[in-house]
């Protein structure tokens, strides 16, 4: 039996796996950090589009701060985020952008002069000012009130990643791929590491840390059709439910992104529209500003999402052997252009459409993108109800995108997150609290566990077949887990994921009988945990009878801030039951910087929290008061709702910012 | 921090290898258009050779000057192929290696590659001995005494060997030289690499016919020389214009 | 009249072999598929892995061409398996994992290892002199065509078809190959790593580096994200040339 002891374990080595692991580091603890692939090849090098981080460098992004990006962030998230993180976050964004670029991503300048950009499908000229020469541009990403969103080329997160990892490298931080959590080891209401499968000889291996970080990504494929890499299963999410403490937020919240290829679901960037490109019907016709006047293709990814399904219901989408689709249209910028911002876009188009999108049009639709729920945590990362265990990322429900993110906010929280939990986690790993005291024997016990249950996965007879589950399970999530969803359709698949959970308990592997490197054996018992999953998505919408951000309940078109602006929360506290528990957490206004309003899409059908005005009110008079004694916006927003104390001191300063505290 | 001596071998080897190539080359394209000069008839050729031979320096002929120059040559040959053993494959497990790498992978320049190792190890012999002979009987160099040596010496079927060998060798090698190094490559490498690989074809059939033409040349004139072996050639015309003065 | 045109039937040959089991040998198995439209290997392999043989080991993350996982030799040639349409290939199609990267089984290599390994005798990392940096600050500026091309090296995805289409690093395994000369050429050209020409040349100024390199491009030709590498490499080689003279 082998037992590996470290610091710090870290589940997860993608960008914000290896952001925890280089901050620990370098506050002197050690680290391991777990991967099922080399990190170089985590899910998070596949985002093109960009980074948000307000430093407001080029002629659009001018006049950019913190704050706007904290409203645009909240106004996204449909007023489900945590503001407090909210304010962490958008203070810390430039920041980790700033190190980024000290770390080596060569992220796209600044050239001072004019250049053409195509906005509203009109050719603008763009003069950027000489000061801003050689610092880091933006681009624009939907939802945003300034061109905010960093980026390399296209290849932004490729990028970010690999210069993680390399940074990692350099720190000598310990990475041991291929190996997967598959348990999380817990005693005594405290989590002590994970056991793991290495998954090329299928030893299992326990891991014991003082603290253990889930950054595991997301879990968009338990639908059929997603932009999401095929290893984003929510193993993380579904090994911390099973603990039976630890806690998910929010996992209804899926996004949908606007433009994915048909069939095979991958997603061309929202840079795509940003840079100027259009959404076509079956009739060439431009539909969105006939949906969103003023935003148009660039309203919120849930926005144009939900328009663009409406626009297809309606009969205008291009029929298809794989059902139907609109156009992306793209020609209108260029070859040029096209060759060298958004090569990616033209290689996948080239590759897998076996067209050219500087001629042709791109068949696209929207798809399964992100997922906003995950383990709920802190401020500080640390799960509300199991200590020791840490989450971040895309993992996590830290909860800075409510019921949407914004484009560009996701890598940007990963690193962000990273850099701040990783330094209270260091505090934790520092002081007494972390001490370890669990017996060797609970340690045994655990992988004992494990290995029984992949016994009975090999040795079983008569049993289910994986993939008749695992295909049902995501089909159901597509069909009646989608975009629209309703109490009927949210009932059946409730009621049909938990039959499938129940057969799940019986599979067997067949054939495929190896104790190492065995994918079937693999497919089956995440396929178990998968299923898990699903219920609490598919159980947290039925339940949740309003429409806020991604979550859109065609009987519940209206957000209802009064019985819903609350967190779902979902555990599995008996390994016996086979639904989910779910209980709601407040989200309150009284300290809210931003109190609930309306986002600015479509009619506005908000039910109003009673709350809400007095808390309205009570801004108001603040803001007049403090404007009137001639306070900065840093006075202003203190006044409002205070949060530096809560960060790390080393990430406390003022951002300068051209034309700001330089 | 003090810094570590670097170490330049490499960086020589690499140098010479390249170095000795491309003069080795340059020097085969002279030659073969000196050779071949005896398709412009006996003349041509017999004041080519007095040319090398000083006399229209010195009025007097020097095969010795011949023996210098093959000597030099001979010695950038040795260079050469000492620098450039260090890129054969090492052993037969190696070899058998890129045997299969190159079957499976079917890959143009690689073959390439392969041809040039090939031919370079065959010219170990085949050069090796026209040099020695070259060098050491300078003075029988003219239209009869080059066609003696290889028809009634049997020189003709080196020729061949050595004459496929060279012209393959050396045009693969100049247009790896270019890529090795970047020459030529303009804004678009691709585009070039494909260029010069067709000059490279171009050249490698122009040399290889002229080759065969010359060596027919001289076949010819052996054969028709056979029961005269040893004479010397004389120019049919005593004076040649622009000599005398 | 329209007439059906019938799908092909696909015979996919995989090199077989799983090192864990000790009764196991290198073997081809193949598989017949139908061919759907649009099909990609991805699809095919999946699909074979569905319905015949759910064994079969292969290893796809994106699916989309973009992180590396999916390198193999499909008909000796390596590549992306996951954007590889089979209608660009013939009716029988051989799969082969890549070389020299050790094998976990059939077509699954151990890739990431031998990567990791490249990094770290290459330092592929910023190399920053040791002050501590204030984030709160602007951050240094960069010319905007410099850090254009930078990022052209930095898409480099370590798939690895370079070094299986290198048949130096395959005769001579310590050769660094085209990826780790052209990592080395990515920090040089950035102005945020401070090594100076030196210290690059005790990297890769030997017969391991840019002087094993003997220019057969197989690396050029198969890599999948088109970088540059032949120009690269031979531009170290000048950039090593001239360090070794001026010393
Ligand atoms: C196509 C696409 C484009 C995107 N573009 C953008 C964009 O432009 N801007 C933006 O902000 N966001 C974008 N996103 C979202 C963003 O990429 C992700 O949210 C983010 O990268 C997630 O990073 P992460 O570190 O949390 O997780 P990941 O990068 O997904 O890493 C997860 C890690 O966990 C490991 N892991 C998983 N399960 C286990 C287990 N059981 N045991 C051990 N290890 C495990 C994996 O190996 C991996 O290393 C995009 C997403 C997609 C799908
Ligand atoms: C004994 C004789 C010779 C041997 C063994 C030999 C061997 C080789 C080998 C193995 C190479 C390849 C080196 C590499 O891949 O880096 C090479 C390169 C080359 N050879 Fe030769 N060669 C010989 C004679 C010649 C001759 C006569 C010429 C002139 C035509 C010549 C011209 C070249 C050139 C131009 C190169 C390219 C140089 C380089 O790549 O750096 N070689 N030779
Ligand atoms: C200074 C050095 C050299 C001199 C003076 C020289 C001279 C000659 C002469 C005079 C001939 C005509 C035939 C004969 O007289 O035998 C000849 C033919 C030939 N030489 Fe050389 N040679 C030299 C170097 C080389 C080298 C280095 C090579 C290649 C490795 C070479 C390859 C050949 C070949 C292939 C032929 C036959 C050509 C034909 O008939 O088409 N020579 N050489
Ligand atoms: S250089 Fe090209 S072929 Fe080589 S690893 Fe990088 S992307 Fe792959
Ligand atoms: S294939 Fe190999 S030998 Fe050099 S040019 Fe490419 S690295
Ligand atoms: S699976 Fe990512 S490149 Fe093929």
């Known amino acids: 039996m082998k037992i590996i002891y470290t610091d710090v374990l870290i589940i997860g080595g993608g960008l914000a796996g290896l952001r925890v692991a280089t901050g620990v580091k370098e506050r002197g603890h050690d680290a391991v950090v777990l991967t099922l692939v080399p990190p170089k090849r985590s899910h998070s090098s596949a985002a093109q589009g960009g980074m948000q981080a307000s430093l407001a460098n080029s002629t659009m992004g001018e006049g950019d701060n913190e704050d706007v990006h904290f409203s645009d962030t909240i106004k996204g998230s449909d007023w489900g985020a945590d503001q407090e993180v909210a304010r962490m976050f958008v203070h810390c964004a430039p920041k980790a952008i700033r190190e980024l670029a000290a770390w080596g991503v060569p992220w796209s300048r600044v050239k001072k002069g004019d250049r053409t950009a195509i906005i509203n499908a009109q050719k603008v000229t763009i003069t950027e000012k000489e000061e801003a020469h050689g610092l880091i541009t933006a681009r624009d990403f939907g939802g945003t009130k300034k061109w905010r969103t960093c980026y390399t080329s296209d290849g932004t997160g490729h990028s970010m990643l690999y210069a993680m990892d390399n940074k990692a490298h350099k720190e000598k931080i310990e990475i041991h791929e291929r190996q997967e959590a598959i348990s999380l080891i817990v005693d005594d209401g405290r989590c002590y590491g994970a056991v793991s499968r290495n998954l090329m000889t299928g030893e299992l291996v326990a891991y014991v840390s003082k603290a253990t970080t889930v950054a595991t990504g997301g879990y968009g494929r338990i639908y059929s059709v997603s932009t999401n890499a095929i290893i984003c299963q929510g193993i993380g999410q579904a090994i911390a439910l099973e603990t039976g403490i630890a806690t998910l937020g929010n996992m209804e919240a899926i996004q949908f992104h606007p433009t994915a290829i048909v069939p095979v679901g991958i997603l061309t960037t929202e840079g795509c529209r940003g840079d100027g490109g259009l959404l076509l019907d079956k009739d060439g016709y431009r539909f969105m500003p006939d949906y969103e006047p003023d935003k148009k293709e660039l309203a919120s990814r849930d926005v144009v999402s939900r328009r663009m399904t409406e626009h297809i219901r309606k009969g205008k989408g291009v029929k298809s052997r794989y059902g139907d689709h609109l156009w992306l249209d793209i020609t209108i910028l260029g070859r040029e252009h096209i060759e060298k911002n958004l090569r990616e876009v033209k290689e996948i188009c080239e590759n897998f459409l076996g067209i050219d999108p500087a001629v042709d049009w791109i068949p696209v639709r929207p798809t399964q993108h992100y997922s906003m729920g995950g383990i709920r945590t802190k401020y500080t990362g640390e799960s509300q109800t199991l200590k020791g265990l840490y989450s971040c990322g895309e993992a996590a429900c830290w909860d800075m995108h409510g019921f949407n993110r914004l484009g560009g906010n996701s890598v940007s929280e990963t690193v962000v997150a990273g850099m701040l939990i990783a330094e209270y986690i260091s505090d934790f790993c520092d002081s007494h609290e972390s001490s370890m005291h669990i017996h060797s024997s609970k340690i045994e016990q655990a992988l004992a566990v494990e290995k029984a249950k992949i016994e009975k996965l090999l040795t079983n007879t008569n049993g289910e077949d994986t993939y008749v589950l695992r295909r049902r399970m995501e089909e159901i999530m597509m069909e009646k887990v989608g975009i629209f969803r309703n109490g009927k359709d949210l009932q059946e698949a409730v009621d049909e994921l938990e039959e499938l959970y129940k057969r799940s308990q019986n599979i067997e592997v067949h054939r495929s009988k190896s104790r190492a490197a065995n994918p079937a054996l693999v497919n089956a018992y995440r396929t178990q945990k998968m299923l898990k999953v699903a219920l609490t998505v598919a159980y947290g919408a039925l339940l949740r009878q309003e429409s806020r951000g991604a979550h859109s309940r065609e009987d519940f078109p209206e957000r209802d801030d009064e019985n819903w602006l609350k967190r779902t929360i979902t555990s599995w506290p008996d390994a016996n039951q086979t639904l989910p528990t779910v209980s709601y957490e407040e989200i309150p206004i009284g300290n809210m910087e931003l109190p609930p309003g309306w986002r600015g899409y479509g009619k506005d059908l908000t039910k109003h929290h009673h709350a809400t005005p007095g808390r309205q009110a009570t801004v108001d008079a603040i803001k007049a008061q403090l404007e009137k004694d001639g306070a900065d916006r840093f006075e202003i927003q203190s006044a409002l709702m205070p949060y530096l104390e809560k960060l790390p001191k080393k990430y406390r300063g003022i951002n300068e910012r051209l034309g700001e505290n330089v | 921090m003090k810094k570590k001596k670097i170490d330049k071998t490499p960086a020589r080897l690499d140098f010479i290898q390249s170095a000795s190539g491309l003069i080795l080359g340059l020097f085969m394209w002279g030659h073969m258009f000196f050779v071949s000069t005896i398709l412009l008839g006996k003349d041509v050729m017999y004041n080519v050779t007095r040319f090398f031979e000083g006399y229209y320096f010195f009025g007097e002929s020097y095969p010795i000057i011949v023996t210098i120059v093959a000597g030099i040559v001979f010695f950038i040959f040795i260079v050469h192929a000492a620098v450039a053993i260090r890129k054969f494959p090492s052993s037969y497990k190696q070899y058998k290696i890129m045997r299969n790498h190159i079957k499976s992978f079917k890959h143009d320049d690689t073959r390439l590659w392969f041809w040039q190792v090939f031919t370079g190890f065959a010219m170990f012999f085949l050069g090796s001995v026209h040099l020695y002979i070259i060098m050491t009987n300078s003075a029988d160099i003219g239209p009869y005494a080059s066609a003696d040596r290889v028809v009634s010496e049997w020189m003709w079927p080196l020729y061949i060997l050595l004459l496929l060998a060279v012209e393959f060798h050396g045009s693969i090698g100049m247009y790896r030289l270019a890529l090795k190094w970047g020459w030529f490559e303009g804004k678009d490498a691709k585009k070039t690499r494909d260029r010069l690989r067709s000059y490279k074809y171009a050249i490698t059939v122009f040399f290889l016919t002229l080759g065969f033409l010359t060596l027919a040349a001289y076949i010819k004139i052996g054969i028709e020389h056979k029961d005269n072996v040893g004479e010397r050639y004389h120019e049919q015309s005593v004076t040649v214009k622009g000599v005398q003065q | ?247």
């Open chain 3, 1 to 247: 009249m329209s007439e059906e045109i019938k799908p092909r039937i696909l015979k996919i040959n995989v090199l077989r072999f799983d090192p864990n089991d000790k009764n196991d040998f290198p073997h081809i198995e193949t598989f017949e598929v139908e061919e759907a439209d649009g099909m990609t290997l991805y699809i095919a392999l999946n699909e074979i892995r569905e319905h015949n043989d759910n064994s079969l080991m292969f290893d796809f993350v994106c699916r989309a061409g973009i992180c590396g996982s999916c390198s193999m030799l499909v008909d000796g040639r390596p590549t992306l398996a996951c954007r590889t349409l089979t209608s660009k290939l013939g009716e029988s199609i051989t799969l082969a994992p890549l070389p020299l990267f050790k094998l976990i089984k059939d077509l699954s290599i151990y890739s990431g290892e031998w990567m990791r390994g490249l990094n770290e005798r290459l330092e592929t990392w910023i190399h920053d002199k040791e002050e501590e940096l204030n984030f709160d600050k602007l951050e240094e500026r960069m010319e905007p065509e410099l850090a254009d091309e930078i990022y052209e090296l930095d898409r480099c995805v370590e798939c690895g078809c370079c070094v299986a289409g290198c048949g130096t690093i395959q005769m001579k395994p310590d050769f660094v190959g085209a990826v780790g000369l052209n990592k080395i050429a990515r920090y040089h050209l950035d102005p945020r790593d401070k090594r100076d020409d030196e210290e690059y040349y005790e990297l890769i100024g030997n017969e391991d580096g840019v002087f094993g390199c003997m220019t057969l491009l197989g690396c050029e030709d198969v890599c999948p994200k088109d970088l540059p590498l032949q120009s690269k490499i031979a531009y170290l080689r000048r950039m090593m040339i001239k360090t070794a003279l001026k010393n």
